[in-house]
């Protein structure tokens, strides 16, 4: 079985040996308007590119605004700052995901708490995030400033539940209607990690667009890349005007005096980046289908093979940013890993569970059980671009 699966990926990318599990593609204008970056000298966050990459993506997913900023990170962690995120609270997400998740949440000074995610979706488990709300936390009232709110708070910790971040896991489209309807009803702000599903849709609306903000990444391994780079999403105004001003160290617009208003950050994504991203958004929709052909082609092959091939559900438009399967066990999994990369043909496992890395492996937890099976049993395998179909 093995030997079917490793040619079969070989013939879907005849021309690349190893056959890498996402590689960069540029097929558009990128050293064109690279070109004109440097012709022009506006190489730095000043530039006409980053204000068009930042058009076309709120065109292209439907939000009101987007700021660009230097990564998916730093994104993620201006975006819990906004939604009020400080230092001795704890925000809920999911232990199946990229590091950078728990790591931005770190940044804001708070500790992530653990909830389960759904094997079909990957992403968070929304029954899941409302028995442990439910039953692990109280409602509390605080004054601050002379100002009365009502908090969740963990009660084993005694800190606020201040935030909930779902991740749509290698670009599959979470339950995040459900999760906001959760979120809602206890008054906890929702802040998308749809680092991986730009072209991504649930229930026809894009991902990192139901929540109060939403963040993309533009990493070289992504469905499109500037190399390096981050977005902010949200339709709250208020909300991008902040994470505009802050990402730009707080600076007052001024002719010739530099004044700022308050500690900032320099997060600004550079015009050299945003032109590499507006090329690759003038190709997004060949981009997504061209992926998505991919990914039928993969789950025509695994139809009668052994492997269960990871698909989008009724609801979803999964842009497959990365193609999963699952094997019956670990042991089988592991198998092929090594036969795989030892066979020039690049396949990963899931990430390491965030829970069983040494600095998240205290944080207050629910009960794990899927993701820990999922963690088990599931590779990625190659899912670039096949540009010959171009």
């Known amino acids: 079985m093995f030997e079917d699966i490793l040619q079969f990926i070989k013939k879907l990318y005849p021309d690349q040996d190893p056959v890498p599990l996402h590689a960069p593609v540029f097929f558009g204008r990128e050293k064109e308007y690279l070109a004109d970056c440097i012709d022009t000298t506006y190489v730095s966050y000043v530039g006409k590119y980053v ?21 998916g990170t730093v994104a993620l962690q201006i975006a819990l700052k906004l939604a009020g995120v400080s230092s001795d609270e704890e925000v809920i997400t999911q232990p199946l995901t990229f590091v950078a998740t728990a790591n931005a949440i770190s940044h804001c000074g708070a500790k992530p708490v653990f909830v389960d995610v759904d ?127 802050i990402t730009t160290t707080a600076k007052i617009p001024h002719p010739y005096e530099f004044i700022h208003d308050e500690v900032a950050y320099n997060f600004r994504m550079p015009n050299i980046n945003a032109a590499i991203g507006v090329s690759q958004m003038e ?21 009668d093979k052994d492997v269960d091939f990871i ?52 944080c207050v937890r629910g009960d794990l059980s899927n993701a820990f099976e999922l963690e088990s049993r599931l590779v990625n395998l190659p899912s670039s671009l096949r540009i010959s179909n171009h």
Request: proline residues 2%; aromatic residues 10%.
């Open 119 to 245: 094997k079909d979706t990957l992403g968070m488990s929304p029954e899941k995030l409302n028995d442990w709300i439910l039953k692990k936390t109280k409602h509390v009232k605080t004054t601050s400033l002379g100002e009365t709110k009502w908090r969740r708070v963990n009660q084993s910790t005694g800190h606020s539940i201040s935030a909930i971040v779902p991740v749509h896991t290698f670009g599959h489209p979470c339950r995040i209607d459900e999760i906001i309807e959760v979120a809602n009803k206890y008054n906890i702000p929702v802040i998308e990690d749809a680092a991986e599903s730009l072209g991504s849709t649930y229930k026809e609306k894009s991902t990192g667009t139901f929540g109060l903000a939403g963040i993309l990444s533009y990493n070289g391994n992504k469905t499109i890349t500037t190399g390096g780079g981050g977005m902010i999403i949200t339709d709250d105004e208020q909300f991008a005007s902040k994470a505009r001003h």
């Open 283 to 303: 190709n997004i929709e060949f981009i997504i289908n061209n992926k998505r052909s991919t990914a039928l082609l993969y789950q025509e092959f695994f139809k």
């Open 311 to 362: 698909s989008e559900n009724k609801f979803s438009r999964a842009n497959y940013w990365l193609n999963s399967i699952l094997f019956k066990d670990n042991e089988l999994r592991n198998k092929f890993l090594v036969n795989s990369n030892s066979n020039n043909v690049q396949s990963r496992p899931a990430w390491r569970l965030m829970t069983n890395l040494k600095m998240y492996s205290d």
């Open 51 to 71: 204000n068009q990459f930042e058009e076309l993506t709120a065109k292209y997913t439907g939000a009101k605004h987007a700021v660009a900023v230097v990564n």
